[in-house]
């Protein structure tokens, strides 16, 4: 069975600075996708960032970017330039390819909260 | 804009009661899903619909029932409510099966005294 791991309860840093949050992963499949969310405050749920497994490229979107690490089972979310705004409660998930289980179930982790301050 | 709406976005009901969450996505997806958060237990899958009339037990589905009516109405029943399913319920879709990210609706916070 799958399993997303983040470690980090709680992560606080810098304006401006860069932060990166963990996540590790378990699967049996050789094609899986993960995706990070993020949930603020007010308790709405984003969806962030995506990698493919079988893409060798780290994905980039504006100042998000991804670590993955695939011999590790470890796909990073590293922010760049925080800002106040950022933070939030940030949620690894994965869903197992299409050898799987024929409909898309996402398994998250347990999130990290991440405060920047000024 | 895709969006996913849900209603109401809080409820008080006793033990016992009938409660109907509902969701409403306009983003043409045939995928639609129910999801609990809890502390300490993240987000779970309560219950799937990949189209309408089609139901999925997710992970935790006892003490829910869920009907999908239309592509873009999806129902959430807790029949006899218990205080042990007091949480922030939270709607998604998505276009894909695999592979697909899911967009969230605002959720719907469930007390039951």
């Known amino acids: 069975a799958q399993k997303v791991t983040q470690t980090q309860t709680s992560i606080s840093v810098m304006e401006k600075t860069t932060v990166t949050m963990d996540c590790v992963y378990e699967?049996?499949?050789?094609?899986?996708?993960l995706f990070w969310y993020k949930q603020t405050a007010s308790g709405e749920i984003v969806f962030l960032i995506r990698?493919?497994?079988?893409?060798?490229e780290n994905a980039t979107v504006g100042h998000y970017s991804l670590n993955f690490q695939k011999p590790k089972s470890s796909i990073g979310l590293i922010i760049t330039a925080t800002q106040i705004e950022d933070s939030a409660v940030y949620f690894c998930?994965?869903?197992?390819?299409?050898?799987?289980?024929?409909?898309?179930?996402?398994?998250f982790g347990q999130g990290t909260s991440l405060s920047v301050v000024p | 804009e895709a969006a996913v709406t849900q209603s109401p976005r809080n409820k008080v009901t006793v033990t016992g009661g009938n409660v109907t969450l509902s969701c409403r996505q306009t983003?043409?997806?045939?995928?639609m899903y129910w999801y609990r958060q809890d502390t300490g237990h993240g987000l779970r899958l309560i219950h799937y619909?990949?189209?309408?009339?089609?139901?999925q037990i997710g992970d935790v589905p006892d003490g829910y029932k869920a009907t999908r009516t239309t592509q873009e109405d999806f129902f959430l029943l807790l029949e006899l409510a218990s205080p042990s399913q007091t949480s922030l319920y939270f709607c998604?879709?998505?276009?894909?099966?695999?592979?697909?990210?899911?967009?969230f609706g605002p959720g719907t916070r469930l007390t039951v005294l």
């Open positions: 998604a879709s998505s276009d894909r099966d695999w592979g697909g990210e899911q967009y």
């Open positions: 699967t049996q499949d050789s094609s899986y996708f």
């Open positions: 990698q493919d497994s079988y893409k060798k």
């Open positions: 998930a994965m869903r197992e390819g299409i050898a799987s289980s024929s409909f898309s179930k996402l398994v």
């Open positions: 983003n043409s997806h045939n995928y």
């Open positions: 619909s990949y189209g309408a009339g089609n139901l």
